[in-house]
């Protein structure tokens, strides 16, 4: 079984991480995040700007793991 990993963009990688923490219903110690794009702004405020993304995958647990 494969770990759930989802990816999220906001406006910064902290808001990028509550929301994928929500999403996962998990604790941010049950999380293994990889940020994948820092948030920049354009110039002045403009166009350009980029959103922040991360990737997060529930780690697994005893429960997740299936003897075969």
């Known amino acids: 079984m494969k770990p759930k990993t989802i ?8 808001e990028a991480i509550e929301i994928a923490l929500k999403k996962l219903q998990a604790k941010k110690e049950a999380v293994d995040i ?3 794009r820092e948030a920049h702004k354009g110039l002045f ?3 350009g700007a980029e959103l922040a ?3 997060a995958t529930l780690k697994p647990t005893a429960k ?3 003897n075969i």
């Not at 990816?7 to 902290?14: G, L, N, R, S």
Request: proline content about 0%; cysteine-free; charged content about 40%.
């Open 34 to 36: 990889m940020i994948l």
């Open 45 to 47: 405020g403009m166009e």
């Open 53 to 55: 993304k991360i990737k």
């Open 64 to 66: 997740n793991i299936r």
């Open 7 to 14: 990816e999220i963009e906001a406006k910064t990688v902290k």
